[in-house]
């Protein structure tokens, strides 16, 4: 028997752990991956719907990529901007 399916089982096609999180548990990793006590109370009320509780959860993890990719942005900025300093420093010696 694989490991993978000792430990996890296949519902709906979405792979659950057999140990699930208790309250307490789950709150706090709702306030690991950054989500205010609303959120998290919101998500929360949600644990006897998996379907619902996983919609929330791809929500609030696409908003958290927005963020990557707008600090992204402004990183390729800087680095654009620390390019031309130097570029334009190396000319003027």
Excluded: F, W
Excluded at 14 to 29: Q, T
Excluded at 48 to 71: F, N, T
Aim: proline share 1%; with cysteine.
């Amino acid at each position: 028997m694989e490991r993978r399916s000792r430990l996890s089982k296949e519902t709906n096609g979405v792979s659950v752990c057999h140990e699930a999180l208790d309250r307490d548990e789950m709150a706090r990793a709702l306030r690991d991956a950054g989500c205010t006590e609303k959120e998290a109370a919101a998500l929360l009320a949600c644990g006897g719907e998996p379907r619902r509780l996983l919609e929330l959860l791809a929500r609030h993890r696409a908003a958290l990529l927005d963020e990557v990719h707008k600090s992204e942005k402004k990183i390729d900025c800087l680095d654009y901007l620390v390019y031309h300093i130097k570029h334009n420093k190396q000319r003027e010696e």
